[in-house]
């Protein structure tokens, strides 16, 4: 059974940062890329940053470009979002999904398959 769960959500100030990490399991994760993606109230589920397997190449939407990082650990089945610099926008439930290899470098929500139930980020003074 293929399952995604996330966690290292919670609240934090702005300018301050966060790390999530989505465990994989029933399958390995070195045949699959893995996206972040995040949904405000009231808004569309959008897609943060991904990674690709093998070579780790890595895409970021552009409100994140540079403040966000993102990685995996083949060994452990875990991927990371490190967010630093976050702002009062970055409000949002996050979810890490799975995509097969042949899906390529994208943050479409319509590519993934399999997701996580979710992990609240909430910015906040």
């Known amino acids: 059974q293929v399952q995604l769960v996330e966690s290292g959500g919670g609240l934090v100030q702005p300018g301050g940062s966060l790390r999530l990490s989505c465990q994989l399991s029933?399958?390995?994760?070195?045949?699959?890329?893995i996206g972040w993606f995040r949904q405000a109230p009231g808004k569309e589920r959008e897609g943060v940053s991904c990674?690709?397997?093998?070579?780790?190449?890595?895409l970021y939407a552009d409100s994140v470009k540079g403040r966000f990082t993102i990685s995996r650990d083949n060994a452990k089945n875990t991927a990371y979002l490190q967010m630093n610099g976050l702002k009062l926008e970055d409000t949002a439930v996050y979810y890490c999904?799975?995509?097969?290899?042949?899906?390529?470098?994208?943050?479409?929500?319509?590519?993934?398959?399999?997701w996580g139930q979710g992990t609240q980020v909430t910015v906040s003074s």
């Open positions: 990674i690709s397997s093998s070579d780790s190449m890595t």
């Open positions: 999904a799975a995509a097969p290899l042949e899906v390529g470098l994208t943050i479409r929500v319509a590519d993934y398959d399999d």
């Open positions: 029933g399958f390995t994760l070195d045949y699959y890329a």
